[in-house]
């Protein structure tokens, strides 16, 4: 069973930048597909990024373009590196994993099993 601690949030003023990390112990991340997700107050938690153990990625389209997801499966660390960061992206941000073998992305918060605690971003208007 893999335990998930996310790092990373703060308070970043409109157009800042912030890196998140989500380190994984317990097992390896090669074998397990990644999402990231966040969920602002009184809002429903959104899908943000994911990446599959090929590869490949998604995104959401409010952060298409700004955000981008990576893994580095050697310090089972995921990285989310968010960029000209607007107000809208304030929220609690998790990451999620689920094992498999399978090539492709999960993108629905369902699909996975494994959660981290959840760091705090603020984005100052």
């Known amino acids: 069973e893999v335990q998930l601690v996310e790092s990373g949030g703060g308070l970043v003023q409109t157009g800042g930048s912030l890196r998140l990390s989500c380190v994984a112990s317990g097992d390896t991340i090669a074998d397990y597909a990644i999402g990231w997700f966040r969920q602002a107050p009184g809002k429903e938690r959104e899908e943000v990024s994911c990446s599959g153990i090929d590869g490949r990625t998604q995104y959401s389209d409010s952060v298409k373009g700004r955000f981008a997801i990576s893994r580095n499966n050697a310090k089972s660390t995921v990285y989310l590196q968010m960029n000209s960061l607007k107000p809208e992206d304030t929220a609690v941000y998790y990451c999620?994993?689920?094992?498999?073998?399978?090539?492709?992305?999960?993108?629905?918060?369902?699909?996975?099993?494994?959660w981290g605690q959840g760091t705090q971003v603020t984005v100052s208007s």
């Open positions: 999620a994993a689920r094992i498999t073998y399978s090539s492709g992305v999960y993108y629905s918060a369902r699909s996975y099993d494994y």
